[in-house]
Nanobody
């Protein structure tokens, strides 16, 4: 099994920045990709950004040029994934979830709230 824990959410003004972090532990050797998803009230969960073990990335059109996903998979016991969010907009307000994609199944974190408001 893989355990995921997110941190870094909070309240920020429009135009501000936040950095989210996700720590994956457990059977991290199974992981071949990690992603950030978000779900706003009344909306479906959507992909924000994803990254493979090889470093290939994929972004939602709505965050391209503003968000950057990165990872550190060099440690033996944990797999770290970050989401740097700049130029935040009110429409970025959502619960942000970390997801691991593995050879046997996917796992989700509990989520961290991001609120962009003045």
């Amino acid at each position: 099994q893989v355990q995921l824990g997110e941190s870094g959410g909070g309240l920020v003004q429009p135009g501000g920045s936040l950095r989210l972090a996700c720590v994956a532990s457990g059977s991290i050797f199974e992981i071949y990709a990690m992603g950030w998803y978000r779900q706003a009230p009344g909306k479906q969960r959507e992909l924000v950004a994803a990254i493979t073990n090889g470093g290939s990335t994929n972004y939602a059109d709505s965050v391209k040029g503003r968000f950057t996903i990165s990872r550190d998979n060099t440690k033996n016991t944990v797999y770290l994934v970050y989401l740097q969010m700049n130029s935040l907009k009110p429409e970025d307000t959502a619960i942000y979830y970390c997801k691991s994609t593995g050879s046997t199944r996917d796992y989700w974190g509990q989520g961290t709230q991001v609120t962009v408001s003045s």
